[in-house]
Nanobody, 118 residues
Framework: QVQLVESGGGLVQPGGSLRLSCRAS????????MGWYHQAPGKERTLVAV???????NYADSVRGRFTISRDNARNTVSLQMNSLKPEDTALYYC????????????WGQGTQVTVSS
């Protein structure tokens, strides 16, 4: 059974930092591209950052330079370090895993809430 379990969300003031983590089980983690998506109320779920099985990364324009995605294949974990947070970063953040060769092999976590407010 595949599970992606996110942690690290919470309430933070503008300009603050949070670190999200996602631990995967039931998959060969190193063979998966791992991504973080966010979804604000009434909006579509959109990509925040992705780290491929090769280690290459991509970021949404809105977070480039503020967020950093990383992975630890030994611990089956992907993390998202979020700095200089803005109110518009407020959303439910989801972890996603997609097999490097079989795109239909895709899984989602339950999500963790990030709220940026003073």
């Amino acid at each position: 059974q595949v599970q992606l379990v996110e942690s690290g969300g919470g309430l933070v003031q503008p300009g603050g930092s949070l670190r999200l983590s996602c631990r995967a089980s039931g998959i060969t983690f190193s063979r998966y591209h791992m991504g973080w998506y966010h979804q604000a109320p009434g909006k579509e779920r959109t990509l925040v950052a992705v780290i491929r099985s090769s280690g290459g990364t991509n970021y949404a324009d809105s977070v480039r330079g503020r967020f950093t995605i990383s992975r630890d294949n030994a611990r089956n974990t992907v993390s998202l370090q979020m700095n200089s947070l803005k109110p518009e970063d407020t959303a439910l953040y989801y972890c996603n895993a997609v097999h490097e060769l079989i795109s239909r092999s895709s899984y989602w976590g339950q999500g963790t809430q990030v709220t940026v407010s003073s």
